[in-house]
């Protein structure tokens, strides 16, 4: 529809008075409320309404909570209706509404007629944009303290990999010199012995820092770092895992590697402890786009909707959450004297590159 004068102009404010969703209270110069549209009446307490309408100057303090300045939150130091003749547009407003208690809105307060000294404040409701904020606010939060936390791993990793392991086997060669010294049998029998406690302890060492943070996981890739990791839990628990993977040398993302990694980690060690069972099956592959790891084993299972967690890993929440931060989906399907089988499935880019130009 075309207007070729202002003639219904009138008309069309009047509808988007009546009907449109952000709410409009006008002023008079006292801060008296002269009129409100239908959808301010709504934010506002059938009790106050009238008590609105009644001319009380300012009296859109009986409902306001303040708004955002530089310095709080909610605050009424330099409220807007100090200054009446002051245009102000973008700012944060708290209103105790009806229904839903105090909520955020978008104001913009406006001088539309000097003469009259009549002004708008027109309000849009924020909380869906809030609430969205939040929800992403929390999950850089986590991203950030995991990304922490694996960076702190990697130091720590590192350190014992190349400097406390290091001095460890420069004293095991000098324990080792000693031996072939003139010493008596005692002496000798003594030294084997905290050899022997020194290789131990240099074994332990060894593995802390691959539990920590495999070099080979940020070196090789996946599939490089759960045939490290798998090798490992068989040589020293007797478990037997059936690893089965087409990723080969593939590489993806930090982050996704690094959750896989995780998740499959914190599975594995669950079923070992928790399942009853000495064969745990463990599938990593690319299918149609989606980096798909599953961890299924024949145990005893669980109720997973009457679930009391157990131990310090990452448990399943943690695993759900580390999931949703790459975009996966994680499902747990598991029942009692049924085993237990966990799906994780992410999308990944198509392009990716192998270890050999894989920029870490």
């Known amino acids: 529809m075309m207007l070729s004068n202002n003639d219904k102009l009138p008309d069309l404010l009047q509808k988007l008075y009546d009907h449109t969703t952000e709410a409009m209270f006008f002023f008079a110069a006292n801060g008296q409320i002269l009129s409100m549209n239908e959808a301010a009446k709504q934010i506002i307490e059938p009790q106050l309404y009238e008590k609105l309408l009644e001319g009380e100057a300012n009296s859109i303090c009986l409902t306001c909570r303040g708004y955002t300045s530089e310095d709080e939150q909610m605050t009424c130091v330099s409220c807007f209706m100090t200054n009446p003749q002051e245009t102000l547009t973008s700012f944060q407003l708290y209103l105790n509404t009806r229904d839903f208690g105090v909520l955020p809105y978008s104001a913009t307060y406006q001088v539309i007629d000097k003469e009259e000294q009549v002004s708008v404040l027109m309000l849009r409701n924020l909380t869906r944009q809030t609430q969205t904020q ?73 593995h802390l820092s691959v539990e920590l943070r495999p070099a080979v ?31 080969k ?11 896989v990694y995780r998740i499959g980690q914190e599975a594995i060690l669950n079923a070992m402890k928790y399942a009853e069972v000495e064969d745990v099956f463990v599938s990593l592959k690319e299918i149609q786009e989606n980096l798909q790891l599953q961890i ?8 997973v909707n009457d679930f009391t967690p ?42 990716r590159a192998t270890s050999e130009n894989h920029n870490r």
């Open 134 to 206: 939040e929800v992403l606010n929390q999950k850089i939060r986590v991203q950030q303290v995991i990304q922490a936390q694996e960076n702190e791993r990697k130091r720590i990793s590192r350190e014992l990999h190349d400097s406390v392991a290091q001095e460890m086997l420069s004293s095991l060669v000098d324990l080792r010199v000693l031996k072939y010294m003139n010493v008596d049998q005692d002496v000798l029998e003594k030294l084997r012995q905290t050899e022997g406690s020194l290789m131990r302890l240099l074994d332990d060492i060894r």
């Open 217 to 247: 996981l940020d070196d090789f890739g996946l599939e490089a770092a759960f045939r490290t990791h798998i090798k490992t839990l068989e040589k020293n628990y007797g478990l037997t895992v059936h690893f089965n993977s087409d990723l």
């Open 249 to 259: 040398r593939s590489r993806y993302e930090g982050e996704i590697e690094t959750v």
């Open 296 to 303: 299924y084993d024949e145990g005893v299972g669980f109720n």
């Open 310 to 351: 157990q131990g310090t890993g990452l448990g399943l929440y943690g695993m759900k959450e580390r999931v949703e931060l790459v975009g996966g989906n994680l499902t747990i399907a598991s029942s009692a004297q049924e085993g237990t089988k966990i799906l994780v499935e992410i999308p990944v880019k198509k392009e």
